[in-house]
Structures are given as C-alpha cells and as structure tokens.
C-alpha cells in the first residue's frame, strides 16, 4: 500500500515532458527542474535539494562532475560543496575555501572599504595594523586615514619599508629591470657589475643616485704622488700626529668612491675619505693619525693604490710641493643642484658657486679641515658694469663655507679672480671663475646652455 501511495504521489507532483522532470511543476524548463512549494516567493526551512553528505574526501571520485558536500573540515578540506574533475575533489569557489566571515567593510561615511577584522573574520583589528582603500585610489597601510596628498600612506613607529633589491650591471642597465619607467625605484646591492650599493631611480637615460649624482664605477686615469702634499708637513718621532695627505688625480669619472680598509705606515694610519671624483682632474685625500717612529726632515715613502692606481708618496721634508697643482670643474646646466655640483676642491680649499639660477648668487670658499690665518684678495667684474675689488686678512674656522664679497651674476657673463694664502700651512691658492647664462643662436654664434668654469690652482705649500 504504502508503495502505491508513493507512485501517486510522484505521479501528482512530477511532469515528464520529452525527457525532462519537473518536481512541484507541470512545466518543468531544463532536464530537472525542481520548485520550492511557494515558487518565487518566501522560503521555507524545508525547502532546497540535499545532495549525498560525506565527512571523507580521502577516497576518489568515479565520474567527471560526482557532486558531494563536505559536513565538517578534514585534512586540507574545509566544510562545504565538492564536485570530482576526473583527478581531484575540487570546491566550489577554491580548492581550499574560505572558512571566515568576508573581513572587508564598506565604511561608505568616509568613502573607503577596509579591513574590519583580522584573518579569523572576528578579532577587531587593532590600531596600528590598519589596511584601507580609499574610493579616490588612495591606500593606507597602518593609517585609516591616508594623507590627502598621497597615492600610498605608510604608517608606522617600528618599521620600515623595503624595496625591490636587484644588482644592476652598469648604470644603463635595462636588461635586469627591462625597459625601466622614468621615476622608477629600486636598491643596487652592487654583487654584478655596478659597485654602487644603494637607492637608486630610473631617470629616463640611467641609473642615479637620490642626490641626483652618477652612480658609474668610479676610474681615474692616473695618480700624481710628486705633487702629494701634507698638513702638518714636520713630523717628530714617538710624538702623536693628526693631519691631512692630499694627492692629486687625472682623468676623473664623476663617480662616487668609498672608503677602503686603512693601513698603517711607520706607526701612521692613512684612511681614505670617500667622496665623489671630479670629471676631469681632482684630488683624493686621506686622514692621517698615529705615532710616527721618525722625525722630519727624514722622510718616508707611502705607498699610494686607489682604483686600481698606484705610487709612492714622500713625506717628512719640510717642502712637500715642488710643482703647480691645478683642478678644474664645469658646470652645466646651472640649477638647483649647482651648489653641490659645483664644489671644487684642493688641497686644504673648496670654492663653489651657491646659486641656483643665471641670475646673482655669491662664489664661496671654505677652508677644509682645520681652522686658518689666511688673506684673501678678490677682483669681479661684468657686462652689467658691477666693477668690484677686495682685500681683507681672516682667522677662519675649518669646515665653514664664507661669502667672497659683492655677488656674481652669470647674466651679467661675470668674471672673478682670487688669491688666498693659508699662512699655517704655507699654501697660496688662485682662483678664476667664469660663466655665462643661456644664450640664444645669433648668426654664425650658436646657442650655449648656462655654465660656469671654477679653475683653482695650488701655488705653493710647505
């Protein structure tokens, strides 16, 4: 009885059309098609099609599309549907699922969505661990509220941000980041062919530095020891001695040089300071400390290697120049990085030009590394008439950049010449500065980008 009543049943409530069922349907629109009792309308807690339930998925499936639900987590399975691909079980919407609340809010109020929770979908974020994404594009990490001036907020007291690390082999490198876009930023760790270790960005030609100087392998084409000097110059056995060796250099790069491991001379340390070659001629210098074992005016040979250069400088006598020293420095285009750009040095000298446009700066000199008695003599002149003449004796203090007096204009095609003795350490320097601005093409004359040419030669030391 109770199986004739349950054919009537099947009977009533199922319409077979050309192959198709229908379930609460006389019209059934696919091979099955299966309808809640209220059709379209509210649901009720008996309504749906329960599918074969499994708590193992350990076992393979038989048929390509086998649907099975997953009652609890097992294994790598978390709870939910299952269909079998003919070589895994595979959930529906991942392999792995997602057993956590969407922990991604929409905070319309202050036009963001952001992350409400952390990874178990209840745990409130705490301050400090903030991610949200602003509706302009803005994204702020640590921050809810991103700085209205940037694309990408960071926000934090106890770290820091990494950037991508690559070892570029040369500064037009393109290979290793290909086609590179202007701005771009990266980190040279300098272990390939580019010694230069640090921040580093893509200016459209190669590689710079964050102070927008040249990162190439720093070379010189040679070192000139027979024109080495010494501050002080008198040396005396067994009694401490600090002081400054100069040595000038040919055929400089513009390349930035470090430091090397000191070495030791006749109870002298000499260390390198690390700076940046001029384009052209220059010189290096080393500071140097210790005790020496001998007295002036017998002298010691210092053995000189620097970028693969070498030579022997003599110290100890009481006259360490016999020849001119000179070094020149052109820059060009004159701009905001001219005051850098432009500093010219040698011996216990620096002279540059602190302007940053074609129009009136001041030329500045410093004395470097110990304080000086010196006199200065300055004459300037130019297109514009400002005819200006100078003399005056200074104590001046080591490391301190000072005014030459009255300014230099490069519009005015202005011209300058110094001299300046350091009575300490017996040396005289001269000094010629000429520029000029942007100049159009007249007739047969071309057109000139703005420049100035620092000249400064070493007269004497003793």
Known sequence: MKKLLSAIVMLVASSFTFGQVGINTPSPESTLDIRAKNHLGTVSSTDGVLVPRVNDLSVNGSVNGQLVYLISDTGSF???FYYWNGTVWTGFGGASGDNTNDAWINDSSNVMVKLGTQSDGTTTRIAGTDFVAKDNGAVGIGTASPNASAILDISATNKGVLVPRVALA??????????????????????????????????????????????????????????????????????????????????????????????????????????NLNSGNGSITYSVNGTPNFSSPSTISVPITFLGQSCSVTIGQNSSLANLQYVRNVISPIDTNTPTNSITTIGNL??????????????????????????????????????????????LNADTWKDFPADFNV????????????????????????????????????????????????????
């Open 78 to 80: 978390t709870k939910g």
């Open 170 to 275: 040369n500064s037009t490198d393109q290979v290793t980041i290909p086609s590179p876009a202007t701005g771009l930023l990266a980190y040279n760790t300098g272990v390939a062919g580019l010694n230069y270790n640090g921040y580093v960005y893509w200016n459209g030609f190669e590689w710079r530095s964050f102070d927008d100087k040249s990162i190439v392998n720093p070379t010189i084409t040679g070192l000139t020891c027979s024109a080495a000097s010494i501050f002080p110059s008198t040396f005396t056995s067994g009694v401490p001695y600090s002081g400054t060796l100069t040595v000038p250099y040919t055929g400089g790069n513009g390349g930035k040089y470090n430091s090397p491991a000191t070495f030791t001379q006749n109870g002298l340390t000499f260390s390198l300071n690390p700076g």
């Open 350 to 395: 620096s002279i540059r030009y602190n302007g940053t446009t074609s129009t009136t700066a001041n030329l500045q000199y410093r004395i470097n590394g110990i304080n000086q008695r010196t006199s200065v003599w300055y004459w300037k002149g130019g297109t514009g008439g400002s005819w200006f003449t100078y003399y005056a004796q200074n104590d």
């Open 411 to 462: 519009g005015n095609r202005d011209s300058a010449q110094a001299t300046i003795s350091l009575f300490d350490n017996k040396q005289v320097y001269r000094i010629t500065v000429v520029a000029n601005p942007n100049l159009t093409a007249n007739g047969v004359f071309p057109a000139l980008i703005s420049s100035i040419t620092i000249f400064v030669e070493l007269l004497s030391a003793q």
